[in-house]
């Protein structure tokens, strides 16, 4: 082989692609030809050596040549011969252009070929920097090396018995050698393949136990031990993996017979189920307690992932001022997305978006329509006030259900708007004026206090102060704020504003003689125990509600067994109603006279 090529000092090899089509290319080609007439010049000693090295290599390759003919054994490496102009051809200007294209192949292959011998190490940098002064070097080696070479390799002539030119016989050599090359580096790639391919194939035998493995554990979902427990409180929270063991334990709570670990109790479950989903959901252990009483496990999550997402956004229509199809014609070219609330409302619309704000358009500073939730709908419609009535709504801040009742009754007979916050009853006034409402009067009385001031009302509608558990989308607060004795403190003031609204109900009047208790809550403390509270304490008696949709209230829970007319009462979710959580009841009068051995012991209760 002929020396390698120094990349510092780069010998011009022949004209560039744009001198290919110049005519006398092939005279040029002559200028950087040796030329083989000079004589035979004398070697110096480590030549001499590279000589011997060279003529030992070009056996061991010529042992290594694969036998002539195409098998499955050398498909991988044998490519067809490129086509090679005799010397004596007759060159024409296209024969010329194949010649420089394949020399440019040539000479890129050979600069592969040195690429390679660089990276293998097989030839000492140090005998090259010694030895460039004393022997000219060209693509193929010294001078010398190249006469030698051409005189062992006589045989390798054309079928026709012509010389090659030095330049093919070059090539033809350094083919060889990249072809012994690349039959042994074939031959490592199919041992280093069959290598891979057996560490694949074991890899994925163990994937597959694995997964059989894993899949064996999640059939059964084993309670975290005393070190995994401790280990929790100090290492950061995983809410991936907290998540994923909720869902394994509810459904081995769900299953528990056939799906516990024995051994392990059922409250042992339930306790680390609530402990998940405190710290998942960011409540506090009795908040969450109170839910997980009040709902099935499998409707748990539903509710407490509902309590994360915004409700829709839903206006009223004031049909004392529009109707809805305009109402929503006119928003729409102004360029909000919205549709009909539901079959069950003739007045509501749902805000899907809206390019414009939706609470300062000329639309509601005219006063067409109402920004209220769809849950405060249904307070309304079950009162079902009619025209020229008497009627007190007791705590009617911001406004819109008392604006509701007024539409209903298309501003005949007389509303009394009343609150015990004065700083609230600002955006009532502003509400009344702006809705068009003229039959409506403004107090400021607390409610328990009331009957003392004015009495003998149709109908009365009381949206108590309570907890918020149902409205925990607009007051995420209310996940930690809230404790047992908030729950009992709102319950105890409950029972007397129902108390004292039922006492405002005229039971004589011909129309009417009916109240509606609701609250945003959904704890059973803070509804069915108020309204059973008021059964045992009030003439009165729970009648539907007329909303078609709805849960049932309770009749028994835990503990507790209230009165079986309870069931007609209704129950609204954010998982499965899409609104606010929410309690209507509503009770009819039928006697004005107060028990006074109920009054008595409900002054005991009160004292407690």
């Not at 067809?80 to 024969?95: F, I, L, T, Y």
């Not at 001022?321 to 549709?339: P, Y």
């Not at 702006?434 to 039959?439: D, I, K, S």
């Amino acid at each position: 082989m002929g020396r390698k090529l120094d990349p510092t000092n780069k010998v011009k090899r022949g004209p560039g692609k744009k001198a290919r089509k110049q005519q006398g290319a092939e005279t040029e080609l002559a200028k950087f030809l040796t030329d083989e007439e000079t004589g035979p010049k004398r070697l110096s000693s480590r030549g001499r050596k590279r000589a011997a090295k060279r003529i030992q290599k070009s056996a061991e390759v010529t042992e290594k040549q694969p036998k002539k003919g195409f098998t499955d054994e050398n498909s991988k490496w044998l490519k067809p011969a490129k086509r090679k102009r005799k010397v004596d051809e007759p060159e024409n200007e296209d024969d010329s252009n194949e010649h420089w294209e394949e020399e440019d192949e040539e000479e890129e292959e050979e600069q592969e070929l040195l690429q390679k011998k660089k990276d293998q190490g097989k030839k000492n940098e140090e005998e090259e920097e010694d030895d460039d002064d004393e022997e000219m070097v060209d693509d193929y080696g010294t001078v010398d090396d190249r006469d030698e070479e051409a005189a062992e390799e006589g045989e390798e002539e054309d079928s026709d018995g012509e010389d090659l030119l030095p330049i093919e016989r070059a090539a033809k050599k350094d083919k060889k050698l990249k072809e012994a090359l690349d039959l042994e580096s074939d031959e490592d790639d199919d041992e280093e393949e069959d290598d891979e391919e057996e560490q694949k194939s074991d890899a994925e035998m163990d994937e597959d136990d694995t997964i059989q493995t894993n899949t064996d554990e999640g059939e059964r979902f084993r309670l975290p031990g005393a070190e995994e427990s401790e280990m929790e409180g100090v290492t950061p929270l995983d809410l991936k993996s907290i998540h994923q063991r909720i869902k394994d334990n509810i459904d081995v709570l769900c299953n528990f017979s056939t799906k516990r670990e024995p051994g392990k109790d059922r409250t042992e479950y339930i306790s680390l189920l609530k402990k998940d989903l405190c710290t998942y959901y960011s409540y506090n252990s009795f908040l969450m307690e109170k839910f997980m009483d009040l709902f099935p496990l499998s409707e748990l999550v539903d509710f407490l992932e509902a309590n994360e997402i915004h409700r829709p956004v839903t206006i009223r229509t004031n049909t004392l001022k529009t109707r809805r199809r305009d109402l929503a014609q006119a928003l729409i070219n102004r360029g909000v997305n919205l549709d009909p609330l539901g079959k069950w409302s003739k007045v509501g619309l749902v805000i899907y978006d809206s390019s414009v704000p939706i609470g300062a358009t000329p639309e509601y500073l005219a006063g067409q329509y109402m920004l209220q939730g769809a849950s405060s709908f249904l307070p309304v419609m079950a009162l079902s006030p009619q025209e020229g009535e008497l009627v007190l709504d007791m705590s009617s801040a911001p406004g819109g259900k008392t604006t509701y009742i007024a539409q209903l009754m298309r501003n005949t007979g007389v509303i009394v708007a009343n609150d015990a916050n004065a700083d609230r009853l600002k955006s009532v006034v502003g509400n009344i004026h702006r809705l068009g409402v003229t039959n409506t009067v403004v107090s400021n009385y607390d409610g328990r206090q009331f009957p003392k001031v004015m009495g003998g009302f149709d109908r009365v509608l009381l949206d108590a102060p309570c907890s918020g558990t149902g409205v925990i989308a607009k007051d995420p607060a209310v996940k930690t704020s809230k404790d047992e004795a908030d729950i009992r403190r709102s319950a105890h003031l409950q029972k007397e504003l129902i108390l004292a609204a039922i006492d405002s109900v005229n039971a004589e009047s011909s129309t009417g003689g009916y109240l509606v208790y609701c609250t945003c809550s959904i704890t059973v403390e803070e509804n069915e125990c108020v309204v059973d509270y008021a059964l045992k304490k009030r003439n009165v008696k729970l009648v539907p509600t007329g909303l078609d949709f709805g849960t049932e209230g309770f009749t028994r829970f835990r503990e507790r067994k209230f009165h079986p007319s309870l069931k007609l009462s209704r129950r609204f979710y954010p998982h499965s109603h899409n609104m606010d959580g929410f309690f209507v009841a509503k009770l009819k009068k039928f006697s004005n006279v107060i028990p006074t051995a109920a009054a008595g012991k409900g002054n005991r209760a009160s004292n407690k």
